[in-house]
């Protein structure tokens, strides 16, 4: 089976058709204001229903570190697929989103070193009453102003040797049309999931480079 692609921070229709029409598996919306890519709940909607039409793609709501209002909020407006966390959740509020929501959870795990990896699968015990999958992303820098994720940062992909035959796991950070397939090479991962290496400027989808990306991750396989 291919690798299945997440175009993440969509904003507009323009790059939401671009992203569907080029194959994409998974859609990402933003909801974190401080994101060059954040979208408001009735965007989201509007975008999900779009997205619904064309068929084809799971949409994935982003959300960091959300109260229960925003959970759920997004679970009636929106009715994603997936809830993607990626703030400082642990495992108790991880369960506590999936009870809210009713949704699958796709957890992301900043990854520094092996450690972080292995520690990562509390996320997915006991069997599906926390997140449905992870996704193991580059840690952000230590500047306090900076974003949890979406700052085309890379990680050694050789970290994740660790989570081979585990489970299967969504890898982002940093991804590129032009290393996507090295990645799926050599982790094996599941999905791969990109927002600021298709983009002309943070915020702006570039739409040869998402059918650039697609391309390149249909074609590559596990080494
Ligand atoms: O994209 C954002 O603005 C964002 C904001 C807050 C948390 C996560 C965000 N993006 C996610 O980060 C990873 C890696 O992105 P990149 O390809 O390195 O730009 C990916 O999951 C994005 O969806």
Redesign the pocket.
């Known amino acids: 089976m291919s690798t299945r692609v997440k175009i993440?921070?969509i904003r507009t229709s323009d790059a939401l058709d671009a992203a569907l029409d080029a194959g994409a598996d998974l859609i990402?919306l933003?909801l974190?204001p401080k994101?060059?890519?954040n979208v408001s709940l009735d965007e989201a909607a509007a975008l999900t229903l779009r997205a619904r039409h064309h068929g084809g793609a799971d949409v994935v709501t982003?959300l960091?570190d959300p109260d229960d209002a925003l959970v759920e909020a997004v679970a009636e407006k929106i009715k994603p697929d997936l809830i993607?966390l990626?703030g400082h959740e642990m495992t108790a509020r991880v369960e506590a989103v999936r009870e809210l929501s009713g949704l699958r959870i796709l957890k992301?795990v900043p990854v520094g070193d092996a450690e972080d990896v292995a520690a990562a699968f509390d996320y997915l015990k006991p069997n599906g009453t926390r997140a449905q999958m992870l996704?193991f992303?580059?840690k952000p820098p230590a500047d306090p102003g900076s974003?949890?994720?979406?700052?085309?940062?890379t990680f050694d992909w050789r970290i994740l040797e660790a989570a081979k035959g585990r489970a299967p796991f969504a890898l982002?950070?940093?991804?590129t049309p032009e290393n996507v397939a090295a990645a799926i090479a050599l982790t094996g991962a599941a999905i791969v999931?990109?927002?600021?290496?298709v983009e002309s400027r943070p915020g702006e989808k570039d739409p040869e480079r998402i059918r650039r990306f697609l391309k390149a991750a249909k074609v590559a396989k596990e080494a």
Do not use: K, T
């Open positions: 993440c921070g990402g933003v974190y994101s060059p890519r982003l960091v993607q990626h992301a996704l992303d580059a974003l949890p994720g979406g700052n085309g940062l982002a950070g940093g991804l999931d990109v927002s600021s290496g």
